[in-house]
């Protein structure tokens, strides 16, 4: 595959690693909005730092990997199916709802790949979870509960464009839940407080949040988030179910417990997504590989997209009215 990133920044940076780790991806362009950033990341790598336009006109090239700022996420994605490339995009496929259903409808009567950057559906922990389930390990799930907390918040700068915590942050919780979860979600109540910065309420988010999701079935999903977690990336996972329990636990660099006379001692969790998800990406990029090469589909598509988002609209809309939100109503 002859691949052309979009998007030199930190998740640019990010696939960039993930590209240079797979034999059988060759990175042959690089794009950003800050020429200087395209050519950095490019030509260490032998790629050319190309314009947007050069990419999608370059019949040589067979994939884009968009990872460019939200805000130009639909123009690239339905550009790049316009021009026969298969796609994998940074999440979200726009902070509004309906455009992204738009843009999502136009991409797939396009015809061609397009996979959706879900890294979390592709990190081994969270795999073997989902595997775990189909197989029935815990007999009927009952419960489904998120941890996800980040070390800090990020620069306000970011915050005040992201589209909030829930499009912004829990919207990987939002597309692990639809994904484990495997049926319809009826209703979302979401609560939230600012307990780490005054300055993100300024800015009309909160920075810790609680949602629930009933699913058809009567199944519960608790999904717990906040903008800090001082001793490092906080992601667990735990499903309940009939025959038992199934969990994820956080990432150490070495997994390395001692015991002695001081009691237990362990390292603290990996620092942030970066390093927790390494895998994730690496295993993400190949997916999209192998589903280009064997003509299938990802394990994450634009449809995921869309209603990750319904979700986090419903969180949004469940906050701002103080009361349970249905899906239908979206």
């Known amino acids: ?42 030509a260490p790598r032998g790629a050319q730092a190309l ?69 979390r559906r592709h990190d081994p922990q969270c795999a073997a979870l989902k595997a775990a389930l189909v197989d029935g390990r815990i007999g009927k799930l009952e419960t489904l509960t998120f941890t996800s907390r980040d070390p800090a918040p990020p620069p306000m700068d970011y915050l005040k464009g992201s589209g909030g915590i829930f499009r912004d942050m829990m919207i990987h919780d939002f597309d692990m839940a639809r994904w484990l979860l495997d049926e319809p979600i009826v209703s979302v109540h979401a609560s939230g407080s600012c307990l780490v910065d005054p300055a993100i309420a300024e800015a009309g988010d909160v920075d810790t949040a609680v949602v629930v999701l009933t699913t058809t079935s009567g199944c519960l999903c608790s999904i717990s988030v906040s903008r800090r977690a001082v001793f490092g990336h906080d992601q667990r996972i735990e499903a309940f179910g009939s025959l038992g329990m199934l969990q994820t636990q956080n990432e150490t660099d070495t997994r390395l417990k001692v015991v002695g006379e001081q009691g237990q001692v362990e390292e603290a969790p990996q620092w942030f997504f970066l390093e927790r998800y390494a895998k994730a990406y690496r295993q993400e990029l ?45």
Not at 8 to 36: F, N, Q, Y
Not at 72 to 81: E, F, M, N, S, V
């Open 286 to 330: 190949d997916d999209f590989y192998q589903s280009w090469r064997e003509g299938r589909a990802p394990r994450a598509g634009l449809n995921d997209g869309v209603e990750a988002l319904r979700l986090a609209e419903a969180a949004s809309r469940s906050l701002e009215l103080g009361r349970v939100v249905y899906l239908e109503e979206l």
């Open 51 to 119: 314009s947007v336009d050069e990419i999608f006109d370059d019949a040589s090239i067979d994939a884009v990997l968009i990872a460019s700022s939200t805000s130009t996420h639909i123009d690239y994605l339905q550009r790049a199916a316009a021009a026969g490339k298969a796609i994998l995009c940074e999440k979200p496929i726009a902070l509004d709802l309906e455009a992204s259903k738009a843009a999502a409808e136009a991409v797939t009567h396009a015809g061609g790949l397009c996979a959706l950057a879900f890294n």
């Open 1 to 42: 595959m002859r691949l052309a990133l979009i998007g030199a920044g930190r998740i640019g940076k990010v696939h960039a690693a993930s590209i240079d780790a797979h034999p059988d991806v060759t990175l042959v362009a690089v794009a950003d909005a800050i020429s200087e950033a395209a050519e950095a990341l490019a």
